[in-house]
Antibody, heavy 125, light 108 residues
Framework: QVQLVESGGGVVQPGRSLRLSCAAS????????VHWVRQAPGKGLEWAAL????????YYADSVKGRFTISRDNSKNMVYLQMNSMTAEDTAVYYC??????????????????WGRGTLVTVSS | SYELTQPPSVSVSPGQTARITCSGD??????AYWYQQRSGQAPVLVIY???KRPSGIPERFSGSSSGTMATLTISGAQVDDEADYYC???????????FGGGTKLTVL
C-alpha cells in the first residue's frame, strides 16, 4: 500500500541544523510531487515546502525560505528537508505528504494524500 | 498574506448534522480541500475539489462551496467523527498555500 515514513526528528539547539527524511513506498515515486507540512504543538497545520516529481521545481513558505532546503533522490524513493538556522518557532511535528491532483484547461488542482505519521522536531537549548 | 477562516469549534449530538465553514476571498476561483485529523494522528483527506469524496470516506461526509465560503457537512455525525478539521486552498495566484486554523468537532 502507499506509505510515507518520516524520520530524523529530535531535539536540536537554536541556530543548529537538522535533516529530515521521508521514505516512500507502494507507488511510482518519480511520478509524484511531495510536500512537507508542519504542525506546532497544539496548533494548526502549516504548509512548508514542495518539490516537483523530477526535483527541478522547489517552493517554500516565507517562514522557512532561505533556511530550509527540500530535495529528493528518486533512485532511493526518498525526500529530504534540510533545516538550518533553526529557532524555537520551528518546533513542530513535520509531515511529508504525496501530492495528488490533475490539470485541465481551467488550471491545475492538487491536494495532499496520503500523509506520513510525522516526526517531532524540538528546538530547545 | 492569504487567510482561510474557520470557526474554532462546532458541537453536535450523535446523529445530527455538523457543518463546518471555511471562508476565503479566493474560494470563488479556487477549490477547497478538507482534512480530518484525529487526536495524535496524521491528517486524512476527506473532501477534494470542493465536493468530491475520496474512496474509503463515508458517504455522510460531503462538501460544497458558494461564493467565498466552503462548507464541510457531516450528516448523521458519529462519535468516531470527533476530530479537528482543516480546510486548505490557495490564493488566487495559486502560489500561497494555506490551511485554515482548524475546527474542533465535538460529537456528544
Amino acid at each position: 500500500q502507499v506509505q510515507l515514513v518520516e524520520s530524523g526528528g529530535g531535539v536540536v539547539q537554536p541556530g543548529r541544523s537538522l535533516r529530515l527524511s521521508c521514505a516512500a513506498s507502494g507507488f511510482t515515486f518519480s511520478n509524484y510531487a511531495v510536500h512537507w507540512v508542519r504542525q506546532a504543538p497544539g496548533k494548526g497545520l502549516e504548509w512548508a515546502a514542495l518539490i516537483s516529481d523530477d526535483g527541478t521545481k522547489k517552493y517554500y513558505a516565507d517562514s522557512v525560505k532561505g533556511r530550509f532546503t527540500i530535495s529528493r533522490d528518486n533512485s532511493k524513493n526518498m525526500v529530504y528537508l534540510q533545516m538550518n538556522s533553526m529557532t524555537a518557532e520551528d518546533t513542530a511535528v513535520y509531515y511529508c505528504a504525496r501530492e495528488g491532483g490533475y490539470c485541465n484547461s481551467a488550471g491545475c488542482y492538487s491536494w495532499f494524500d496520503p500523509w506520513g505519521r510525522g516526526t517531532l522536531v524540538t528546538v530547545s537549548s | 498574506s492569504y487567510e482561510l477562516t474557520q470557526p474554532p469549534s462546532v458541537s453536535v449530538s450523535p446523529g445530527q448534522t455538523a457543518r463546518i465553514t471555511c471562508s476565503g476571498d479566493a474560494l470563488p476561483k479556487k477549490y477547497a480541500y478538507w482534512y480530518q485529523q484525529r487526536s495524535g494522528q496524521a491528517p486524512v483527506l476527506v473532501i477534494y475539489d470542493d465536493s468530491k469524496r475520496p474512496s474509503g470516506i463515508p458517504e455522510r461526509f460531503s462538501g460544497s462551496s458558494s461564493g467565498t465560503m466552503a462548507t464541510l457537512t457531516i450528516s448523521g455525525a458519529q462519535v468516531d467523527d470527533e476530530a479537528d478539521y482543516y480546510c486548505y486552498s490557495t490564493d488566487s495566484s495559486g502560489k500561497e498555500r494555506v490551511f485554515g486554523g482548524g475546527t474542533k468537532l465535538t460529537v456528544l
